[in-house]
């Protein structure tokens, strides 16, 4: 009789081949696919993480520029982290969401003091769609409106009002989806929907969509919700003013505009928020990712006013893990470590020195069309071709595996054209170096092969 211990698994060596075989043949049988970036049964299977590495079974290493799903941001398995964890295993993991604990108070108020004033008031909950959904019910409320808009690249989550204002793609096929959301013409320069340039341009794509606004809307709209940079949509950065004029078009029409910084936001565009360089104020914000610096919360922060309204009207928002402890004490640390770790520098420093490699890769290489993004969050756009833009699917496809299998994880987006890096902040300057070596190996092989 083989002795198990009580993990389940067998005692002594095992074979790591085997066992992820096994598990393979498990999860075949047992988990659920539909993932984003694939759905194929097969490995890697990642055991263990620390800083800005991953490693599978077979202890292969990975260097991990897409901060997990976004949320290692501070790095896997920070120390501060761990120990909020802990402290709260050691008192509260849970509580009575109709009750305050000490953990969300102290959470809300560290938000409450972060964010520009009159956002304050905040609530918590466990995903960034969740987030996103009672971002856009609040805003309906307050406004009495119905209709919501977002730009065409946007990605606000997978739920099924989240799901409905997410244009950068996961729709098709997925309707009917909640009703009255639309989309506005995206601020994609690169590739301006408009054939304008900017800055002559003066935010041409705003009028035309304020146009349909006005053309679509039944009576009031309530708002529209937008990234400060487009992420999953292909790191597109909006030209500077945008969001400013933005607000202004819905303040006009009484709409409310609601900031998804759920990926951008907490130091990883070098500023603290993706809307801090703009000197606006949103009426809502919702943040996520490495808001639990790995753990699964989610905020919604808006003013007093607004909070005053929606909660005269008797809404409940709370579910059975809003607010927990568990949750508010990682997120109580995330903010402490992006405050006194300076983490907008150290997203400032590795995005600039990203930056200097992919500039040189970019000088090399015609099908790198464009580089962008801001801090930590930077793109490339591979084209066939410099004038004609046509998106180099293929290519993206190939790079983004290879790069994989020789230990580089990054995201591919807009079907294989955008290439995204996300480094965690604990990554140092010689992991950056080593990454973009990766890179540029991967594109050497790839366009000498073409
Ligand atoms: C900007 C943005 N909003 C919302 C979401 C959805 O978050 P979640 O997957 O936690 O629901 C994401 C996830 O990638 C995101 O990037």
């Given at each position: 009789m083989t002795t198990v211990e009580h993990s389940g698994r067998p005692a002594g060596p095992v074979d790591p081949g085997r066992r992820e075989r096994e598990l393979l043949d498990t999860a075949q049988r047992y988990s659920f696919r539909g993932r984003i970036d694939t759905s194929a049964f097969s490995g890697p299977v990642f055991a263990s993480a620390r800083g800005s590495v991953v490693t599978d079974l077979h202890g292969n290493d990975y260097l991990d520029f897409n901060s997990g799903q976004m949320c290692a941001a501070l790095g896997h398995n920070h120390p501060r982290i761990l120990a909020a964890i802990q402290e709260a295993c050691d008192t509260m993991l849970h509580a009575h969401s109709s009750h305050f604990n000490v953990k969300e108070i102290e959470l809300a108020e560290k938000l409450g003091r972060l964010l520009p004033d009159p956002l304050t008031r905040s609530l918590f909950g466990e995903s960034g769609a969740?987030?996103?959904?009672?971002?856009?019910?609040?805003?309906?409320?307050?406004?009495?409106?119905?209709?919501?808009?977002?730009?065409?690249?946007?990605?606000?989550?997978?739920?099924?009002?989240?799901?409905?204002?997410?244009?950068?793609?996961?729709?098709?096929g997925h309707g009917p989806l909640s009703g009255d959301s639309y989309a506005l013409l995206a601020p994609y320069c690169y590739r301006c929907p408009l054939a304008k340039s900017f800055p002559s341009c003066g935010f041409a794509c705003l009028d035309a969509s304020f146009e349909l606004v006005d053309a679509q809307a039944t009576d009031q709209p309530a708002a529209v919700i937008t990234e400060p940079l487009f992420s999953a949509?292909?790191?597109?950065?909006?030209?500077?003013?945008?969001?400013?004029?933005?607000?202004?078009?819905?303040?006009?029409?009484?709409?409310?505009?609601?900031?998804d910084d759920e990926q951008t936001g907490l130091g990883k565009l070098g500023t603290m928020f993706g809307f801090t360089d703009e000197g606006i104020v949103p009426d809502i914000v919702t943040l996520a990712k490495h808001l639990g610096g790995g753990v699964g919360i989610s905020s919604v922060t808006t003013t007093d006013a607004i909070e005053d309204k929606v909660v005269e009207t008797g809404l409940t928002v709370t579910r059975s893990h809003s607010n927990d402890p568990l949750l508010c004490a990682a997120g109580s640390a995330s903010i402490d470590i992006v405050v006194e770790e300076d983490v907008p520098a150290k997203a400032r420093a590795l995005g600039d020195r990203l930056r200097e490699h992919l500039t040189a890769l970019m000088e090399r290489y015609d099908l790198i069309g464009d580089l962008r993004g801001r801090g930590m969050l930077v793109g490339i756009e591979l084209v066939e071709d410099r004038d004609t833009k046509e998106p180099a699917f293929e290519a993206g496809n190939e790079i983004g595996r290879r790069c994989f299998e020789a230990g580089l994880i990054f995201s591919v987006r807009r079907g294989g054209s955008v290439l995204r890096f996300v480094p965690p902040a604990s990554t140092t300057l010689d992991q950056i170096d080593q990454g973009m070596e990766t890179l540029a190996k991967v594109l050497e092989e790839v366009s000498t092969a073409s």
């Open positions: 969740d987030a996103n959904e009672l971002a856009l019910l609040l805003a309906r409320i307050y406004t009495g409106g119905r209709e919501v808009f977002s730009p065409h690249v946007s990605y606000h989550g997978l739920s099924a009002s989240a799901r409905s204002v997410t244009f950068a793609g996961w729709r098709r949509g292909g790191v597109i950065d909006p030209p500077k003013g945008w969001l400013a004029r933005l607000r202004e078009l819905c303040h006009e029409r009484g709409m409310l505009l609601v900031v």
